[in-house]
């Protein structure tokens, strides 16, 4: 079946470094992946998105890039800060009988020192 | 603009008493709707899916159930609790079709003792 695997499961930065997570998925049809955050006790946020037909995105700080042919794609932080402090969670959209469903990673804890 | 709401936010309910939450969405027709578990730790489960009235797809057999009786409400059920219910329970929505992300509720902590 349709599977998503996200690395690190743990990632710890000093204030102002570059974060990168990285994500593989299974299935080549695949052609939406989002990026959620998730603040302790509060629902995923979803913070940047990107489509089959693009290789990178950016919006500020963030950006994410797609490789279709080796199946992943990857977020990127850049001059961290401590409310970047958060699990991420990447996605990809799988066809399901018909109907598309996200299929999430396990989540990156990403932790931000002053 | 297109608001989720989700209720209760907390709930604690002994073993074997049956559960109801309520995930209502406003500003949109249509929308595809989900319900999610988040376990102690961070992974998402998707539960179930609707993509109109009356239409369930079941993701993970268990003792759970969902309903959609009108086209911005999604309820999830159990008749009987168990410990392993424990968990957030978030609803969430998305545009119909294949268009864009989906967009989560603020969530229901369910205690299950």
């Known amino acids: 079946g349709e599977n998503v695997e996200q690395h690190p499961s743990t990632l710890s930065v000093q204030e102002g470094d570059s974060a990168v997570i990285k994500c593989t998925y299974s299935?080549?049809?695949?052609?939406?992946f989002p990026w959620y955050k998730q603040e302790l006790g509060k629902r995923p946020q979803l913070i940047i998105d990107?489509?089959?037909?693009?290789g990178e995105k950016k919006d500020q700080r963030i950006a994410v890039t797609l490789n279709k042919t080796a199946k992943h794609f990857s977020l990127h932080i850049t001059e961290t800060q401590p409310e970047d402090s958060a699990v991420y969670f990447c996605?990809?959209?799988?066809?399901?009988?018909?109907?598309?469903?996200?299929?999430f990673g396990k989540g990156t804890m990403l932790l931000v020192s002053p | 603009s297109q608001t989720i709401h989700q209720w209760p936010a907390t709930l604690v309910q002994p073993v074997g008493s049956p559960l109801s939450l309520e995930c209502t969405v406003e500003?949109?027709?249509?929308?595809?709707l989900y319900w999610y578990r988040q376990a102690a730790g961070r992974g998402l489960q998707l539960l179930f899916y609707?993509?109109?009235?009356?239409?369930i797809s079941s993701e993970v057999p268990q003792n759970l159930s969902a309903s959609r009786p009108q086209d911005r409400q999604f309820i999830l059920s159990s008749k009987k609790l168990l410990l392993s219910d424990s968990g957030f329970y978030l609803c969430?929505?998305?545009?119909?079709?294949?268009?864009?992300?989906?967009?989560f509720g603020p969530g229901t902590r369910l205690l299950v003792l």
């Open positions: 969430a929505w998305s545009l119909p079709g294949l268009a864009g992300g989906q967009y």
């Open positions: 299935d080549s049809a695949s052609n939406y």
């Open positions: 990107i489509r089959s037909n693009v």
């Open positions: 996605a990809a959209r799988f066809m399901n009988s018909g109907y598309s469903t996200l299929t």
């Open positions: 500003g949109t027709s249509n929308p595809n």
């Open positions: 609707s993509v109109g009235i009356g239409q």
